[in-house]
């Protein structure tokens, strides 16, 4: 089974900051990786696919890179809306989640 | 507008049955692959059951098989998740979710989920 491990697990930052969240794979997954926002009480929100590609309706200010076991989400300039938990997910081999980056207010 | 509404969870005991149900609308249910997403309180997101569109190849996770059974009724635009044999940790909301972009070798896929539904609560305990 593919494990994927993010970090950090708690992110404390400010309204503007950048603030970019990392995501590995045990092993190689290719692009097959996704990343979701959680909101307490709500269901996730897919934000992108394959990596780097952003759902549609999704602010450009957030985006993705990376490839094989190594992966980033960086949100650009960080805004009142986007304190939540981020997921990300492998679809290379069945389906793994993350444990998880709360963002919080600093 | 896409739309996923579960319902049927509930408080049942330790070794109890549920059958959670998810209608959908808005998409043709029958032209794409839906699953199950659990998270249990205060914890991350864990896969549990995914089946393709026709209804033909479906995929459990582990701590799952051979106790729930996925299955689809496409004319009635419906997923199901039959819940045997439940256990403590098994408690969790539970949500189903559309597939999104996916990756297909033969029957072994795999796909990001682009649609969700609010989810239905199920609580196992005496």
């Known amino acids: 089974d593919i494990q994927m491990t993010q970090s950090p697990s708690t992110l404390s930052a400010s309204v503007g900051d950048r603030v970019t969240i990392t995501c590995r794979a045990s092993?190689?997954?290719?692009?097959?990786l996704a990343w979701y926002q959680q909101k307490p009480g709500k269901a996730p929100k897919l934000l992108i696919y394959?990596?780097?590609t952003l759902e549609s309706g999704v602010p450009s200010r957030f985006s993705g890179s990376g490839s094989g076991t190594e992966f980033t989400l960086t949100i650009s300039s960080l805004q009142p809306d986007d304190f939540a938990t981020y997921y990300c997910?492998?679809?290379?081999?069945?389906?793994?989640f993350g444990q998880g980056t709360k963002v919080e207010i600093k | 507008e896409v739309q996923l509404l579960e319902s049927g969870g509930g408080l049942v005991q330790p070794g109890g049955s549920l059958r959670l149900s998810c209608a959908v609308s808005g998409f043709t249910f029958s032209v794409y692959a839906t699953g199950w997403v659990r998270q249990a309180p205060g914890k991350g997101l864990e896969w549990v059951s995914a089946m393709s569109g026709n209804g033909e190849v479906k995929w459990d996770a582990d701590s799952v098989k051979g106790r729930f059974t996925i299955s689809r009724d496409n004319p009635k635009n419906t997923l199901y998740l039959q819940m045997n044999s439940l256990r403590v940790e098994d408690t969790a909301v539970y949500y189903c979710a559309k597939r999104g972009d996916f990756r297909c070798g033969g029957n072994d896929c795999s796909f990001a989920f682009d649609a969700w539904g609010r989810g239905t609560v199920v609580t196992v305990s005496s």
């Open positions: 394959k990596t780097s």
């Open positions: 997910q492998q679809y290379n081999s069945a389906w793994t």
């Open positions: 092993q190689s997954i290719s692009s097959w």
